[in-house]
């Protein structure tokens, strides 16, 4: 089946810094990736949709300088937290999807925990 | 997009059948019915899809009311290892929405 790998699986980082989070879909090419952010104890919320070589599209309420993605090719999107502080800590999940019809599926990535000292 | 609403949560016994009911009463004519499957700290993992009537794969079943706006997965025989929150979703691959999902907690 398809696989999405996320790296890294861990990061903690001081506050006031950027973390970037890798996300790639192994053997096949995902015309759309998705972020999701996940707390403790609470469901997965999505972040923002991103096409290969466009825009990300951002949910109501996610700050898009805060959270940079870039789709730059059909197997890879990143995700930046820019300036991270300790309200961002939260385990962050991509998932891909190969388009096409409408009953495609969402491959999830593994995710990565994230924690802002 | 769709709403659903699943129970929180569940206990079963170790070789029992379990079924897990979705309500998702504004479902559109285009959405499917998708469920998943997660562990602590790890990220969805997808269990069965379906549009209407029954689906059957090596893992579970998915029942499909000619109504659709309820749904059912049913996990035959479960163990210690199907302890985990389980997420009904309707939508297509494009655009997901998770609920609350039922935290299934499988006991000896």
Same mark, same amino acid.
């Given at each position: 089946g398809a696989v999405v790998s996320q790296h890294p699986s861990r990061v903690i980082c001081k506050s006031g810094t950027s973390v970037k989070i890798e996300c790639r879909s192994l053997d096949f090419q995902a015309t759309t990736m998705f972020w999701y952010r996940q707390f403790p104890k609470q469901s997965l919320m999505l972040m923002a949709t991103s096409n290969e070589g466009s825009k990300a599209t951002y949910e109501q309420g996610v700050e898009k300088d805060k959270f940079l993605i870039n789709h730059?090719?059909?197997t890879l999107s990143t995700l930046t937290v820019t300036s991270?502080?300790?309200?961002?800590s939260s385990f962050y999940i991509c998932s891909a999807s190969e388009g096409g019809g409408r009953q495609n599926e969402q491959f999830f990535g593994p995710g990565t925990r994230l924690t802002v000292l | 997009l769709a709403k659903t609403t699943q129970p929180i949560s569940m206990d079963s016994y170790e070789g029992q059948e379990v079924n897990i009911t979705c309500s998702h =009463? =504004?479902?559109?004519?285009?959405d499917y019915i998708t469920w998943y499957q997660q562990f602590p700290s790890q990220g969805p993992r997808f269990i069965i899809q379906g549009y209407k009537t029954k689906v059957t794969n090596e893992v579970a079943s998915l029942f499909i009311p000619a109504d659709r706006k309820s749904s059912t997965l049913s996990l035959p025989r479960v163990s210690l290892s199907d302890t985990a929150v389980y997420y009904c979703l309707v939508g297509s691959a494009r655009q997901l929405t998770f609920g609350s999902g039922t935290q299934l907690t499988v006991l000896p």
């Open positions: 730059a090719s059909l991270a502080h300790p309200e961002d | =009463n =504004n479902i559109a004519t285009n």
